[in-house]
């Protein structure tokens, strides 16, 4: 008799790695109240579709600064620093011809295999470590985070430290944080993509509850400014005022966190060199 042929088992799916889904504790009131303050503070201004028209519109500047085959030149360069409010007033010293190159090869490397996005934090990193770390260099960071969420929105959420730092437990994911006594906890949560990333799931799914269903992806980032907007105007400490003034619009600090302040309607931006004048940019538009 013909011995049977071995059974052999069906070859499985090589499954691909996850990102880390850290559980997020957020709270529903806390959102709901912040979006509520969203809504009537860009009523004056013309109403939210304003302000996410403005976004659009600079991430159209950071895709066609960054996504061309030449290097981005230091002019444009200087146009994506003002329009990245927690970076401009750090950043200077390297925007001098003989300084530049060291930002200009550290954010070709960053957008080195964006499409992977499970190299984000090594990338970023690496990106980090090509500066000095201590205070003055916080900034780089951010900067990072504005550069790859500029030119790519949708693999990229809001990653700057204001969204979260878990070294300093400060953040806006503390301010919609749930907890009894969320000023005595320590969030354990690490700043990582899978946080953002999670972060604005979650964001996303509130949103389609209370019916935004078109441009998600900028009511996100609107409604995180906001809820840290909300804790600049709590605070009201000697750096808050430092770094975002104290003005009485209420939308002031959502346009500021956003960037969509750095270019006035003459051209001018609040990026400044060394003797203190503002850089000059050209056909930038974003809040009319």
């Known amino acids: 008799m013909r011995a049977a042929a071995p059974v052999t088992a ?3 799916a090589l499954s691909r790695p996850e990102h880390e889904r850290p559980r997020l504790e957020l709270s529903g009131p806390k959102l709901a109240a912040a979006f509520e303050r969203l809504v009537s503070g860009s009523e004056e ?5 304003r302000y996410v028209a403005a976004l659009q519109a600079k991430a159209a500047v950071f895709r066609l600064a960054l996504e061309r085959d030449d290097e981005v030149d230091l002019k444009t360069f200087k ?20 300084s530049f190159p ?11 295999g964006r499409e992977d996005t499970l190299t984000t934090d090594e990338r970023m990193a690496a ?7 201590d ?7 951010d900067l990072a985070a504005e550069v790859l969420h500029g030119v790519d929105p949708e693999r990229y959420p809001l990653m700057c430290r204001w969204v979260w730092d878990a070294n300093a437990n400060t953040g806006v994911l503390r301010e919609i944080w749930h907890a009894e006594d969320v000023d005595q906890c320590v969030i354990g949560t690490p700043s990582r993509y899978g946080t953002y990333l999670m972060l604005r799931e979650e964001l ?16 996100v980032d609107l409604l995180t400014a906001q809820v840290y907007a909300d804790y600049i105007g709590e605070q009201g400490g000697t750096y808050l005022r430092t770094e975002f003034g104290t003005p009485e619009d209420p939308m002031y600090h959502v346009q500021r966190l956003l960037g969509l302040d750095g270019v006035d309607p003459r051209g001018r931006t ?3 060199a060394f003797d203190g004048e503002a850089f000059v940019v050209e056909d930038v538009k974003l809040l009319d």
């Open 102 to 112: 060291v930002l200009r090869t550290g954010i070709d490397r960053l957008l080195t």
């Open 127 to 133: 990106f980090r470590g090509a500066f000095p770390e």
């Open 135 to 141: 205070r003055k260099h916080r900034w780089v960071h």
């Open 10 to 12: 069906p070859r499985q």
């Open 204 to 219: 996303s799914q509130f949103l389609a509850a209370n019916g935004v269903f078109r441009d998600v992806l900028w009511y």
């Open 79 to 98: 146009t994506l620093c003002a329009l990245s409010a927690t970076v401009r007033r750090r950043v200077t010293p390297y925007l001098a011809p003989a």
């Open 45 to 49: 201004h013309g109403g939210i579709e």
């Open 270 to 272: 609040r990026l400044k």
